[in-house]
Structure formats: C-alpha cells, structure tokens
C-alpha cells in the first residue's frame, strides 16, 4: 500500500510504501526498520556510558538482549488490553504484530522490569543504569515515531494551524487537516535529549536523570496524547497514556525532591563526619 502524506498548507507531499523491500516474497516494512534504527543508535550511546561506570559492558549487552523481546510482549500485551474488544472475536490475532498494535509504554514497562531484575540480580548500581536508560528511551522514541508517519498514523484531532497534515491509505482519505502528533513527540523527545545531556554533568545523584526523563517526557505524552485521535481508552472514557503521563510527571517531581533531601542531608553527615575525624587528629597531634 501507498500511503500519501502531506502538508497541504507548506505545499509538501509525500507517497510512501509500507514496505522498504521483501525476502522471500515477505515484506520487510520502514516501520519495524526504523523501530530498529532507534534501538540500535541508543544501543550506541548506551554502550559509549556505560564504559564510564563500574559495570561490565557484558552486563549491559546481557541486559539488551532480555529486553528487546520482553518490551514486545509487554507492548503488545499493553495494546491488547486496552483495546481488548477488537480481539475477542478473532483472539489469534493478539499475535499477529505485523498489522500493527504496539503500545510505547508497555514497552518501557517491559525494559524497566528486565533492568530492575537484572539489577538487583546483580548488584548493579541500579541509577546509573537508568540514568543511561533515560537518555537511550528518549533517542528510541524520537526515531522510532517517525514508523508513525510512514504508516500514517499516530495522528492528531483537526487543527487549523499551517502545518496541519492530511493522510490518505491509497485512495482513501483516513485523516485531513489533522495535527501530526508523531512529529510533536518526536521534537517533544529531541528537546528532552538535548536538556538531559546538557545537565547530565550537574546532576545530584545517580538515577536523577531518569527522574527528569518521567517529569519531561510525561509532561509532553500528557499534552500530546490529548490531541491525538486514536488513543487507548480506560472504561472508554479516560486516556490510560494521559493517566500514565500525569502519574510519571508527579511521581518524577515527588521523588527528586526527596532524593535531593537525602542526598543534601548525606553530604552534610559526611562533611559533618569529616570535621570530627580533623578536629580528633588536631588533638592528638597536640597530645
């Protein structure tokens, strides 16, 4: 299938195939190619950090590898369960990925739980995982949108605005005028790159920098995800990725004050610490 996107106020238009080639007479889709692209240049960054650690990079590959297929079970688990009624009526397509249906937070959800494992498993220091884990989210989900637009989909409501998108699957019109919600998260997640590595080198304490991510990336998910037309629904009325996104802004913010506290009230017991162990030897020295 062609799907055409464009932009019909910037006079920009796009006819995009699905599939980028085939093996085999199977079509390999731009969807999943540019899926892998995302994991592969945070894999890049993931292994240029984690050489700055105490962890082994055998470790941190061992972790990757358990990652990647439990985050697609549990995206795609969290895509069934929320949109259950599409499945009951044919169940055995809960398996069939290839016509779509993968929800970003479950896979997330997926990688948090094989890194809190493997961790604790381990003894691995579990924030300077997920500070590393922070920044590679952010890289994955700012390519892998752009799936979104060559499937034509991830759209937004109508909008008036310049750069309103219409999107049409070969000769039928899906969406006109509509908000391109894909590339609001992927700018969204640009940005949200560029904070964390910026203040990356000022950061409090380990694991601070996965805590800006749930501020920044729930803030903008909360956002979006109101604009957007084909959200999954909880009950059928409330948006369980708004939900999500307001519960990981608050819960970011909550826990790097506290951590701040702690972290501030340690120094201070060490400085505190220190001073005694200068002024006994000061004694003795006189003795």
């Not at 731009?30 to 890049?44: D, E, P």
């Not at 604790?120 to 637009?149: E, M, P, T, Y």
Request: net charge neutral; aromatic share 12%.
């Amino acid at each position: 299938m062609i799907n055409n996107i464009s932009f019909p106020n910037l006079n920009i238009s796009f006819n995009i195939s699905r599939a980028a080639f085939s093996v085999f007479g199977i079509d390999i889709y731009w969807y999943g190619l540019i899926i892998c692209l995302g994991i592969a240049v945070a894999c890049v960054y993931g292994f240029r950090e984690i050489r700055k650690t105490d962890i082994l990079t055998d470790d941190f590959l061992n972790m990757i590898l358990l990652s990647l297929p439990v985050a697609i079970i549990c995206a795609r688990a969290y895509y069934v369960l929320f949109s259950i009624s599409d499945y009951i009526d044919n169940p055995i397509d809960i398996f069939n990925i290839r016509q779509g249906g993968l929800a970003i937070y479950g896979g997330i959800i997926g990688i948090m739980l094989v890194v809190l494992i493997y961790s604790g498993r381990k003894g691995l220091n579990l924030g300077a995982l997920l500070d590393i884990l922070a920044v590679g989210l952010l890289i994955g989900q700012c390519i892998g949108r752009w799936g979104n637009f060559v499937n034509g989909e991830a759209f937004g409501s109508e909008t008036a605005l310049p750069w309103a998108m219409t999107v049409k699957h070969g000769a039928r019109t899906v969406a006109s005028s509509v908000h391109p919600t894909f590339l609001y998260e992927s700018l969204w997640n640009l940005a949200g790159i560029a904070a964390l590595l910026i203040y990356k080198p000022h950061k409090k304490f380990d694991g601070e920098l996965f805590l800006l991510y749930m501020v920044i990336y729930g803030a903008g998910r909360f956002w979006i995800e109101g604009l957007r037309a084909d959200s999954l629904y909880l009950f059928g009325a409330v948006r369980v990725s708004q939900v999500l996104s307001a519960i990981l802004f608050a819960a970011g913010i909550v826990l790097i004050i506290i951590m701040r506290k702690r972290t501030k009230a340690a120094l201070a017991a060490a400085l505190d610490e220190a001073e005694r162990e200068y002024e006994s030897e000061a004694r003795q020295n006189q003795v």
